[in-house]
């Protein structure tokens, strides 16, 4: 057994008694430290943002995109927003013991369905080190231990951040972070079955297919952000624009930034100009079909494999559809079941999309940025999962705890 296995394998050992020492915590008790920890990610700004200038140092060594960098980048308005994000779960109501049904039994039983932690989870996730914060104190609000592997581009970040959340009080060993980023150490951590109730993998594609080869314990996914928007005839071509724009550009590296734009034939003369004028305005290539570029003729030509790719930079495939239906079918077929929008006046269009998209978030007349923990009011969230079970879609502080039934008799047996 290696050194990295034999290290991991005592992380999840420590991780098992430290879940059971947070379910014995109250509610308020875990507000506190909660609080202690927000606290202590301000104190230890200084600290955090000189191992972030270190990771950032290496990444532009190493050539990442300027997308990645930016994913990888902290400064004090990223800091501040990180210890806000966690001084807002502590205010949120902790659904650790909520009673989700109850019920008697004719024979006088007493059934209730009550919420209760998940027990030990692993997170494994890629260059943005807020995640180390957000993913810690939602697991840690829920009563869940938890086991961290970040990537190598942010390792300095994260080990000044899981130190600083260390230093509020939380009980020993229930926040973890794993020292290594071979890829030894994410086979390890996803055969430990013994020690972990749940893995998480947050990061491209092939991570996550990795992860889910290898585990020995459920997963839940968080795939690809191939994200529609899709402008109807009777869009307000203004809004169109602006949306289009906003979900491209806003943040283009995260999985809920626009990927793919598709547009009503019946507009696109009027449509396509501006929003073209708009985009290139922000430095953005366009790639359409041969519709769109006979509108658009200095756009790019569109591959077939464009239709399926989330691009993560200034880079938008726009193609233009005869109908709701067409619209529809494209994306069921090239998306993600991530975040898809459809901006239009008419309602009943809208309530259509919305019905039969078959994505995590649909959206009528907004942004794709507003696909987020914090935009839903969970105060941060773990990922967005883009399975079906057990969480689905920005996964907030319900989406990190089970149920048991606690079933009240009074001598009743079996007859």
């Known amino acids: 057994m290696s050194t990295i296995h034999e290290i991991i394998y005592q992380m999840g050992r420590q991780a098992r008694e430290a879940a059971y020492r947070l379910a014995q915590l109250t509610g308020g008790e875990k507000d506190v430290i909660l609080r202690a920890m927000a606290v202590a990610i ?43 994000g ?9 659904p650790v013991g909520e009673i989700m049904a109850a019920w008697e039994r004719p024979n006088g039983i007493r059934i209730s369905q009550t919420r209760v932690p998940i027990g030990t989870i692993g997170i494994i996730y890629e260059s943005r080190p807020n995640v180390t914060a957000d993913a810690a104190v939602l697991c840690f609000k829920t009563g869940n231990a938890t086991i961290l592997r970040g990537g190598s581009e942010a390792i300095h970040s994260n080990v000044a951040i899981a130190a600083a959340l260390a230093a509020a009080g939380a009980p020993t060993h229930a926040i973890q972070l794993i020292p290594f980023t071979d890829r030894e150490s994410v086979a390890v951590l ?8 749940l893995i998480i993998p947050r990061g491209g594609k092939g991570l996550i297919e990795t992860v889910v080869s290898l585990a020995r314990m459920p997963v839940i996914k968080h795939y690809d952000g ?19 724009v906003n979900s491209k550009t806003h943040k283009p590296g995260v999985c809920n930034a626009l990927e793919i734009l598709l547009v009503h034939r019946e507009i696109a003369t009027d449509f396509l100009p501006p929003v073209a004028a708009a985009l290139r305005e922000k430095h953005v290539e ?39 239906e067409e619209a529809v079918a494209h994306i069921n077929e090239h998306g993600s079941h991530h975040t898809d929008v459809i901006v239009t006046r008419n309602e009943a269009t809208a309530e259509r999309f919305l019905r039969e ?51 009240r008799g009074n001598g009743q047996v079996k007859r």
């Open 357 to 407: 998209v078959d994505s995590a978030c649909v959206f009528h007349n907004l942004s794709t940025r507003f696909a987020d923990g914090g935009e839903f009011g969970f105060g941060a969230e773990i990922g967005i999962s883009t399975d079906k079970l057990h969480a689905r879609g920005p996964m907030g502080l319900r989406e990190l705890t089970s149920y048991q039934y606690r079933v």
């Open 42 to 84: 301000r104190q230890h700004a200084p600290r955090i943002l000189a191992a972030n200038a270190v990771d950032l140092a290496a990444g532009k060594e190493k050539g990442l995109s300027s997308a990645m960098l930016d994913r990888l980048m902290l400064d004090e308005k990223r800091i501040e927003t990180m210890a806000a």
């Open 286 to 324: 366009i790639r359409g079909c041969e519709k769109v570029l006979e509108i658009l003729p200095d756009a790019t030509v569109a591959t077939a494999e464009d239709w399926d790719t989330e691009f993560l930079e200034l880079i938008i495939a726009v193609r233009i559809v005869d109908s709701l």
């Open 226 to 244: 191939i994200c529609h928007l899709f402008a109807d005839k009777e869009a307000d071509l203004e809004m169109a624009v602006a949306l289009t």
């Open 86 to 94: 966690i001084d807002q779960v502590a205010t949120l109501p902790d």
């Open 190 to 197: 996803a055969g430990m079955n013994k020690w972990l109730d």
